[in-house]
């Protein structure tokens, strides 16, 4: 318990800045709606990278002025932005072609879990009463070619978010290439969940005490 | 003469009838074609069966129409957005039917039924309670589900400029489901920002063909929904 | 054999005229290569009719004047055409969705043979070294709401293109509307092959006699 | 930096690969991008599998790179054309095979293929012979057969402006199979007329994003197909 007095883990921003910096010059990336959106902010300078939004726009950018916002030009999120000289609109099947035709290179995606196996779901808690509502999630994680996962390690009642089986309805099986925590960056490798990086101030057998699923060191 | 400019959103719908499926254009509230919805909240139809990506929001829009009970069921991606309260709560108390189609997956259904592909396979919701009970196949080793095309009596449109002809053009994200829905409806029927001639419209630049339009209505200053849902409003107006 | 003296049936141009008069006004029409190119010439005065082609173009205009010829605008036959006022281009597959989705009113085609049951084979003789092509053929009697035929009646060694069963292959089955040839028009309805109009000099026992599959009089 | 410009065809055409499947834009002249296919002739690659409308005309071309031997397989919908006389005598004399496919399949086929869609159902072809042998199926009581996507390790394709991100425009016709081509190769290599400067081409006019396009190669004044086989000229000149 201890602990908690000192800093432990990375912050969203520094968790975002993870995530940049393992997006390449030159990819296309969709972004997801919350802490993914964070990403952008931070991929290092000299780095060309276009945003898609699956609403229709190839080269998204950054957020507008109050007095240059359109209400026909937002994101996935509904949030007002901008398109970047070099942009281009197109209509919903052709966005998705874009998705499933696995052209686009990155998608960042929040998750309720992860399995030891890349398994995600991120669309449901399957609670009863809840209104189901999947949006292009499962398009993405089955059509684009590199799916990363930024997440707070645990829920707020402890629990791992990295989980051994998924209790939580599925998005998409297998698929999760590397999940970025608020503790650790771990690589879903064929060996297993391999821990590439740690937050400061967490060590191996923290994570591991933190986490549902066998981790590797690295 | 080829003539599809009518006088007013009335008499843009004044022909979508009870049990109608009813494609309606719009991702949040861009490409929402809201005065075309309120019109059909006056014209009375019902029973309606309405494919859009959302359920609207507020009391305006697509959420009114559904608050009038006029939709038997909604087929869409995400039901529910910010300030959407309508179908979530008639949701719960079974008044209205839900299916809820992956996006890329309603978007591509969509199109299908437009271009006349009654099915397709595609490897987005497999693995998931979204595929339950639909037909699997594998090609080349990897799985796909098969889905079917969407076609619909009425599309609800808005777009940019149209001319006589019906052919369209978008703003921005507003295109959003616009131009696959067009081609999926056997009447389409569109409202639009401006009304432009014959020829201003750059035959490179059309989006939507007007062989895909039924009928086209001006509608100068549409209605900003996230304005109206921030000033409380209701349709009808009070 | 004295029948030769006087004119029988219909010219090329007339049969166009008819087709022409069976075009509503506000119709979108698809041309094919050869004889059905005429029709777009016949179209009554007052008639608002959108010509499309399958190379990606709705709004077909007239033949240009030689020096404003764009080797880059032609028709399905690769002739070059002009656009009209409110034209738009589009994509193969684009195009095709109008065809294959029933969104094409008319396409008049010429054909090699039609059975009494509305097949056409107008793509293929079957005869072995020819090299077999299709176009889009198979897709505009598979997609087009109405499928006129404008042909010969007979072919060149006098045998009869409406026939009881096409020898030749395929391109639909049970597509045809109407056939219009230079000795008639012939409405292709449930009850069988109903002859709507004569030519010039033709009536219907001699028109029989030029016929493989029966007919009955309208 | 993203940047797709390369400075010659043969730069653009350097990875292919022998035995190669290929697709190729135009119809007829419209959209065939000459300079390419001749840079493909030097570059010599050979046993490629070509998918285009047609089998090009005279000596130059498609034409030209099938008299070369280059080509085992065509897949397309019209292998003859005005003054195609290369293919259909290689063609009968068994040294390059066919697939015919309908002109709209085709198109829908490379539009599945870059759309992740492994298999769709379609009416054109049923009750003919271009359909034995492939599988049936009736919804709501018509019959369809089910054809494949296809996809390519290269397309060639010829546009009318580009800039440095991939976005194209084409010009009228010449438009027809690029757009959906561009999306079903692992590499997309295209001749331009002109390179224009990033923002130069309309947001709302862009018909190929850049996201499908791998490289570009500025073609100012692109060869007159139709001149070069009314002049008899034969690629490589003479």
Not at chain 1, 99 to 117: E, N, P
Not at chain 1, 144 to 154: A, D, P, S
Not at chain 1, 181 to 206: H, S
Not at chain 2, 90 to 102: A, I
Request: charged share 25%; proline share 5%; aromatic share 6%.
């Amino acid at each position: 318990m201890e602990i908690k007095e000192t800093k432990v883990g990375w912050s969203r921003i520094e968790m975002a800045q993870k995530v940049a910096l393992d997006i390449p010059d030159e990819s296309y990336v969709n972004l997801g709606i919350g802490l993914p959106e964070l990403v952008a902010d931070h991929v290092p300078e000299g780095r060309e990278v276009i945003y898609h939004t699956e609403n229709g726009l190839l080269g998204m950018g950054p957020i507008p002025e109050e007095s240059e916002r359109d209400p026909e030009l937002i994101n996935a999120g509904k949030k007002n932005i901008t398109a970047i000289k070099g942009g281009s609109f197109f209509h919903h099947a052709d966005s998705f072609t874009m998705i499933r035709g696995k052209h686009i290179d990155i998608c960042v995606l929040g998750a309720f879990q992860v399995s030891k196996d890349g398994d995600i779901a991120n669309w449901s808690t399957g609670k009863p009463g809840a209104i189901p509502a999947v949006g292009g999630a499962m398009d993405l994680v089955a059509g684009v070619k590199r799916i990363f996962v930024i997440t707070q390690h645990n829920t707020k009642d402890g629990k791992s978010k990295l989980v051994n089986e998924c209790t939580y309805p599925l998005t998409g099986k297998g698929v999760v290439e590397t999940i970025y925590t608020n503790l650790a960056i771990i690589d879903l490798k064929k060996e297993g969940l391999v821990v590439r990086e740690m937050g400061p101030n967490v060590d191996f057998e923290y994570l591991q005490e933190h986490t549902e699923a066998p981790l590797i060191k690295s | 003469m080829i003539n599809k400019i009518v006088s007013s959103p009335a008499e843009a719908v004044a022909n979508i009838f009870d049990g109608a499926m009813i494609m309606i254009g719009g991702f949040g509230e861009a490409g929402s074609p809201i005065e075309l919805i309120h019109a059909l909240i006056d014209q009375g139809a019902k029973n309606l069966t309405v494919i859009s990506n959302n359920t609207g929001s507020g009391h305006v829009g697509i959420a009114s129409l559904i608050e009038h009970r006029r939709v038997a069921k909604m087929i869409c991606s995400f039901p529910r957005t910010l300030n959407s309260t309508v179908f979530p709560e008639l949701y719960n108390k079974g008044e209205v039917d839900l299916e809820l189609v992956p996006q890329g997956t309603l978007a591509e259904r969509i199109r299908a039924g437009g271009a006349g592909i009654p099915a397709f396979y595609t490897p987005s919701s497999v693995n998931t309670s979204l595929a339950n009970g639909k037909e699997l196949r594998d090609f080349d080793g990897i799985t796909y589900v098969m889905e079917y095309g969407l076609k619909a009596d009425f599309s609800l449109v808005k777009c940019e400029a149209a001319d006589r002809y019906g052919n369209l053009i978008y703003n921005k994200t507003a295109r959003n489901f616009g131009p696959v829905m067009c081609t999926a409806a056997d009447q389409t029927l569109v409202q639009a920002k401006r009304i432009v001639e014959l020829g201003d419209i750059d035959p490179e630049c059309v989006v939507t063909p007007g062989i895909f339009v039924k009928k086209v209505v001006e509608v100068t200053n549409p209605s900003d929904e996230s304005k109206l849902v921030a000033e409380e409003r209701s349709y009808p107006w009070k």
